[in-house]
């Protein structure tokens, strides 16, 4: 699509899934998530730290909202906290339907620097824009963790 912007969505949650079942349950959402997110147009990152999700949308305002309504249902995970909505220029994450992140390292941005041939713009890697979002999603998680008594 050659829209000239992109609707942008972050929210945090907290993981609900038993410790015992998460490795496979992350499996299977992520796979769900890649194709529904592929037939939506939608793309984004999931960062899974601790037991905190902060997940960020992007996409037509329609498509990401009414997503977002889907996913704030999911028993998967609670405490769903919106934390920011803006409209940018472009997308940060426009080649992953959901890129998976982890709080230090995440192979799937190094593998975007690798493929474009972009020298990762730090030392997590990614693009400019993608290390702006990334960095936003990592300070919600960690104010998150903060609150917990
Ligand atoms: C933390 C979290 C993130 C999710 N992210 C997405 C997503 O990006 N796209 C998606 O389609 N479903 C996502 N889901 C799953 C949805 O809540 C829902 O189960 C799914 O969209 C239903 O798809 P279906 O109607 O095709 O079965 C997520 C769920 C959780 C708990």
Redesign the pocket.
């Known amino acids: 699509m050659t829209d000239s912007q992109t609707f942008r969505l972050m929210y945090r949650?907290r993981?609900r899934i038993s410790p015992d079942e998460r490795k496979l349950a992350l499996g299977a959402?992520f796979t769900?998530?890649?194709?529904?997110?592929k037939a939506?147009g939608?793309t984004?990152a999931?960062l899974v730290d601790g037991d905190q999700?902060v997940?960020t949308?992007e996409g037509d305002e329609p498509e990401v909202r009414m997503?977002f309504d889907?996913?704030k249902?999911?028993p998967?995970?609670d405490s769903v906290e919106l934390i920011s909505t803006e409209m940018v220029p472009e997308r940060v994450f426009a080649r992953w339907s959901?890129a998976r992140v982890g709080h230090d390292g995440e192979p799937d941005i190094a593998l975007i620097a690798h493929t474009d041939g972009i020298s990762p713009a730090s030392s997590r890697g990614g693009t400019p824009g993608q290390v702006g979002v990334l960095d936003a999603m990592r300070r919600a998680a960690v104010r998150a963790d903060e609150q917990v008594s």
């Open positions: 949650s993981d959402l769900k998530a890649r194709s529904n997110n939506l939608v984004g999931l999700f997940q949308l997503l889907r996913i249902a999911d998967r995970h959901m």
